[in-house]
């Protein structure tokens, strides 16, 4: 079973620019967590969708926004671009809503100059 | 806020040695994970160890959790090359969100 996907993997963008990030769970997987990691914060908590719904979000400002498709698919967006939002992000899935194992995608390693 | 905090940062350890780290937390948890990960790469799902249980072993990998001293310890033995990597606690709250630790780094020497 293919493992999850997050496109793309490698991002530079310019200050205010706004970018959209991609990922793809394991099939059968229906929910999908959202993680930043920076050396400075860590690894820190974005947001979880479950059936196209948000179901929970960590403290992050408006700025970051995500999505869910009907085949479980997940975006996240983040406007309006931060020299500190420079960082890995990185796609979960879990078979359920509420469900503690998460397997993690590979990142997505976005430089903001 | 980072919910766990793992010690050492970092170390260093001979292949074939065994290394533990430890992890602290704050708050009561519903169960506490370990993850590894490799050089900024994706997280690897360990071992996940239950509120109501003591100790949990997978292959080389022994977890120990106590919860009256709120901790909880990650034991690689017979280490090799491959166990190179960062290593991350994390607690989930009754919220489900995961909150992980600063991690540990480690180096195995060949």
């Known amino acids: 079973k293919a493992g999850v996907t997050q496109t793309p993997r490698y991002l530079i963008k310019t200050r205010g620019q706004q970018v959209t990030l991609s990922c793809s769970p394991i099939?059968?997987?229906?929910?999908v967590s959202w993680y930043q990691q920076t050396p400075g914060q860590g690894l820190q908590f974005l947001f979880e969708?479950?059936?196209?719904?948000?179901?929970n979000k960590g403290n992050f400002p408006g700025r970051f926004s995500g999505r869910q498709f009907s085949n479980s698919r997940s975006e996240m967006n983040v406007s309006t671009l931060e020299l500190g939002d420079s960082a890995l992000y990185l796609c979960?899935?879990?078979?359920?809503?509420?469900?503690?194992?998460?397997?993690f995608g590979p990142g997505t390693r976005l430089t903001v100059t | 806020s980072q919910q766990g905090e793992e010690d050492p940062q970092a170390l260093s350890i001979q292949e074939g040695e065994n290394a533990t780290m430890n992890c602290s937390y704050k708050?009561?948890?519903?169960?506490l994970q370990w993850y590894r990960q490799n050089s900024g790469r994706g997280l690897v799902h360990l071992i996940l160890?239950?509120?109501?249980?003591r100790e949990k072993h997978s292959g080389r990998l022994r977890v120990t959790l106590d919860t009256s001293k709120k901790s909880s310890s990650l034991l690689i033995t017979a280490s090799r090359a491959a166990d190179t990597a960062s290593y991350f606690c994390?607690?989930?709250?009754?919220?489900?969100?995961?909150?992980f630790g600063a991690g540990t780094t480690v180096t195995v020497r060949a």
């Open positions: 979960a899935s879990s078979l359920q809503w509420r469900d503690y194992e998460q397997y």
């Open positions: 969708y479950f059936s196209e719904t948000q179901r």
């Open positions: 994390a607690t989930a709250l009754n919220d489900y969100k995961l909150s």
């Open positions: 708050t009561s948890i519903n169960n």
């Open positions: 099939s059968g997987h229906r929910s």
């Open positions: 160890i239950r509120s109501n249980e």
